[in-house]
């Protein structure tokens, strides 16, 4: 008669609770993981966030003062060509004058001559200090619209990092592997696109 063959059914289930055991660890050695790099990257998001918020308010007040002047320096211009336009007037009433004196057969007064002359010089320097004006303007503003874009892309970084902030405390609370690597990229986007504005003007 064959011998039967005993089943050690005590060693089985303590094998599969030495087994269940063990997955449960590991998933939870997962959780932690995953708690801690969700920790370490939002922490570092938001630092980088700091900084970004920073420079966007730096570059967006440097604009508005950069457009106050080249409006200060548009009034300054529009100012001497005002005074041109009034020495081209008595330059002409000027030259009226001399023109009546002549045609009368008399020779006009000097002070007539004189007076044209100063006007003619007067009205040249008018237009010189008007054109200097408008390209000290032109320069002003074009230095503002650049220092508006590095805002934008400062503000742009921010957005990304808040809301890789955002995820990344989502994924900590889930304790979920696929959420955070979303935050991470999502926080990626934000970084590049800090230090790229950042390089590409140098610090505000």
């Not at 993981?33 to 308010?57: D, K, N, P, Q, Y």
Request: one cysteine or more; glycine letters at 6%; hydrophobic letters at 50%.
């Amino acid at each position: 008669m064959p011998e039967e063959i005993e089943i050690d059914t005590e060693r089985a289930r303590e094998l599969a609770q030495e087994a269940g055991e063990a997955q449960r660890e590991s998933a939870a050695d997962r959780s932690t993981r995953v708690v801690r790099r969700a920790a370490l990257t939002t922490a570092l998001f938001a630092a980088i966030a700091a900084i970004a918020s920073l420079e966007a308010g730096a570059t967006i007040n440097d604009a508005l003062s950069l457009k106050t002047e080249a409006a200060t320096l548009q009034a300054r211009a529009s100012d001497q060509w005002a005074y041109y336009q009034a020495k081209g007037i008595k330059a002409a009433v000027n030259q009226a004058a001399q023109t009546a004196w002549e045609a009368s057969g008399k020779k006009p007064p000097a002070q007539l001559g004189v007076d044209a002359a100063r006007f003619i010089n007067e009205q040249k320097k008018s237009n010189d200090q008007a054109r200097a004006f408008e390209k000290e303007r032109d320069a002003k503003s074009a230095e503002a619209d650049a220092l508006r874009e590095r805002h934008h892309g400062f503000a742009a970084a921010v957005a990304f990092l808040q809301v890789a902030i955002a995820v990344g405390a989502v994924a900590a609370l889930a304790r979920s592997n696929r959420i955070w690597v979303c935050s991470l990229v999502l926080g990626s986007v934000g970084t590049t696109t800090f230090f790229w504005k950042l390089v590409s003007g140098g610090f505000a």
